[in-house]
């Protein structure tokens, strides 16, 4: 099977300007994940979606950050205006929903605020 | 809140030694508890659940409620398990997946 498609893998952009993120997950994966993980830390969730509905948000900075994944398939993360300190990676990732069910990654976006 | 701790950054072994890669946690519920790891160049992958009661590539790991760990093993070390691994804890109920921050494991030959 396809894995979780994100793109662009590298991304550099300067403070204040807004980026975004494109994230495909596995087909028929209902639940999508995006992960911030900044360098040497290990991957935290920022918002979860169970087909197009936002399930768990409450670690994503709203001011600043917004994702949406509107037909239920593929979604996108947003910053603006972007700061130095969310420089990271971006990791997305999809599993088929069932509770328990592994997470599966896709290479991520590496972001650098300037 | 719950918490994953690994407490070593760097693990390296030689070849053919025995591995093992901490991992505490600290939750007042039943946790469901994972290893994943990062190979060079690869994306994330889930290497085992302790529900599983397997072993994968070598590797086992035990869930120790009184000691609340959930340390990976491994009897020999190869070259190719050299990696990044994380430890996450999944509260009961919860979808939310916590990660630690990674132990990088070098296996020198």
């Known amino acids: 099977e396809a894995g979780v498609a994100q793109s662009p893998r590298y991304k550099i952009i300067e403070k204040r300007q807004s980026v975004a993120f494109w994230c495909n997950p596995i087909?028929?994966?209902?639940?999508l994940y995006w992960y911030q993980q900044i360098l040497g830390q290990g991957p935290k969730l920022l918002i979860q979606?169970?087909?197009?509905?936002?399930?768990?948000d409450s670690q994503l900075p709203k001011d600043r950050f917004s994702a949406e994944r509107l037909k239920g398939v593929d979604s996108t993360l947003k910053i603006q205006p972007a700061k130095l300190e969310d420089s990271a990676v971006y990791l997305c990732?999809?599993?088929?929903?069932?509770?328990?069910?592994?997470?599966?990654f896709g290479n991520g976006t590496r972001l650098t605020v300037t | 809140a719950q918490r994953v701790t690994q407490p070593e950054k760097l693990l390296s072994v030689f070849k053919g030694a025995p591995v093992e890669l901490k991992c505490n946690y600290s939750?007042?519920?039943?946790?469901?508890l994972f290893w994943y790891v990062q190979y060079s160049r690869q994306r994330l992958q889930l290497l085992l659940r302790?529900?599983s009661r397997e072993s994968i590539k070598g590797f086992t790991a035990d869930l120790n409620k009184g000691e609340t760990s959930f340390h990976l093993k491994k009897p020999f070390a190869q070259e190719e398990d050299s990696a990044m691994y994380y430890c996450?804890?999944?509260?009961?109920?919860?979808?939310?997946?916590?990660f630690g921050k990674g132990t990088k494991l070098s296996v020198i030959p």
């Open positions: 990732a999809s599993s088929n929903g069932q509770y328990n069910s592994p997470l599966h």
């Open positions: 087909s028929g994966h209902a639940t």
């Open positions: 979606f169970q087909n197009n509905g936002v399930v768990d």
């Open positions: 939750y007042s519920g039943s946790p469901e």
């Open positions: 996450a804890l999944l509260r009961a109920g919860s979808y939310q997946l916590t």
């Open positions: 302790h529900i």
